[in-house]
C-alpha cells in the first residue's frame, strides 16, 4: 500500500509538469519541443527560425511539407515563420516553401531591388509545371529565378550563368545555359552567334524579358547589339512574351532595337508605371500585372 501511495503521488506530479511544459510550448508557438521516454522527460526550447536558416543553408529550397516535417511542427507553424523571416529579409518565400536569400554587393546597391523582387512574386505566377521557359539575362529574372525553386517539372533555358547555377543542386529539373562569348559588360551572360543560335533551336512556351528601355513608339531597345539579339530570337521562338520591368525603363529608348510593343503578351511591372503608357498597351489588348 506505501508503495502504491508514492506512485500514485509521483504520478500527480508527473501529470502537473507535463501539463505545464506543453502550455509553455504553446506560448512559445511550438518553437519548445517536449519529448517523453523511459529516461525522463526532455524539454527544449529551440530557435526555430533559425533552425529554417540552417536548413535552407545546407539545402537552398525546401517545401512547406518538408520543413513541417524535419521540426516535427504543422504547416501552418511553418508558413507563419517563413513569412516572419521574409518580413526579416532573412529568406525568400516562394510558392510551397522558402529560399535561402543571397545577396551580393551589386544587388544590395540596386535601387530597385525591392521593386524587381515582387515583380518577380508576380510574374511566376504565370508558369505551369511542364513548361519550357526562356529567361534572359536581366537582373529582375535573377529574381524570378527563385521564384522557379517551387517548380521541378520545367526546363529553363538561360543565357546567364549566375541564373544557371542557381539551380546546379537541383535534378528534378532540366537547366540549358547557351553557350557563346561572355558578355562585355555583363560577364555574367552569354551572347554571340553561337547563343543566338542555340537559342533558335528550342521552342518555348512562355519567355521572360527584362528591358532598360521601353516606349510606347519605339518599342523595346538595349543598349548593346549582343543582348538585343538574344532578346529578339527568344522573342520569336517563344508561344508567349512576358516582359518584366520596373517603373524607371518607362519612356526610355536605347540605341538597339528589340521588339515592338505589339509582340508582348504580358507586361509585368510595378504600380508607378505611367498610367498613359499603361492605358495605351492595355488598349492594344497586352496584359498587364503589377
Known amino acids: 500500500m506505501d508503495v502504491f501511495f508514492l506512485i500514485s503521488i509521483n504520478f500527480d506530479h508527473f501529470v502537473s509538469l507535463v501539463d505545464c511544459l506543453l502550455q509553455i510550448s504553446l506560448y512559445y508557438e511550438q518553437k519548445s519541443k517536449l519529448t517523453i521516454n ?53 529568406i ?4 510551397g516553401g522558402g529560399a535561402i536569400l543571397r545577396r551580393d554587393r551589386k544587388e544590395a546597391e540596386d535601387r530597385f531591388f525591392e521593386e524587381k523582387k515582387r515583380i518577380a512574386a508576380s510574374a511566376v505566377s504565370l508558369v505551369k509545371e511542364g513548361d519550357t521557359i526562356f529567361l534572359d539575362s536581366g537582373s529582375t529574372n535573377l529574381h524570378l529565378a527563385d521564384q522557379l525553386f517551387a517548380f521541378s ?16 543542386n537541383r535534378k528534378d529539373l532540366s537547366v540549358i545555359i547557351c553557350g557563346g562569348t561572355l558578355g562585355e559588360v555583363n560577364p555574367e551572360s552569354i551572347v554571340g552567334p553561337v547563343a543566338e543560335n542555340m537559342i533558335s533551336s528550342f521552342r518555348a512556351n512562355i519567355c521572360f524579358i527584362g528591358t532598360s528601355g521601353i516606349n510606347i513608339n519605339q518599342g523595346i531597345t538595349d543598349p548593346y547589339l549582343s543582348s538585343a539579339r538574344i532578346k529578339e530570337k527568344m522573342i520569336e521562338n517563344s508561344n ?37 503608357d499603361i492605358n495605351f498597351m492595355m488598349d492594344k489588348g497586352i496584359s498587364v500585372t503589377f
Open 92 to 95: 525568400l518565400r516562394v510558392n
Open 153 to 168: 517539372n520545367i526546363t529553363l533555358v538561360t543565357n546567364n550563368i549566375r541564373i544557371a547555377n542557381k539551380f546546379i
Open 38 to 90: 523511459d529516461g525522463g522527460i526532455e524539454f527544449t526550447v529551440r530557435n526555430r527560425p533559425s533552425e529554417i536558416i540552417r536548413l535552407l543553408t545546407i539545402k537552398p529550397f525546401m517545401t512547406i511539407e518538408e520543413l513541417s516535417a524535419e521540426l516535427d511542427v504543422s504547416p501552418a507553424t511553418i508558413r507563419r515563420d517563413l513569412t516572419e523571416l521574409e518580413n526579416s529579409d532573412s
Open 240 to 276: 508567349k512574351v512576358v516582359l518584366v520591368t520596373d517603373h524607371s525603363k518607362f519612356g526610355v529608348i536605347n540605341t538597339h532595337f528589340v521588339c515592338s510593343i505589339d509582340e508582348i503578351d504580358h507586361i509585368v511591372t510595378d504600380k508607378l508605371a505611367p498610367e498613359e
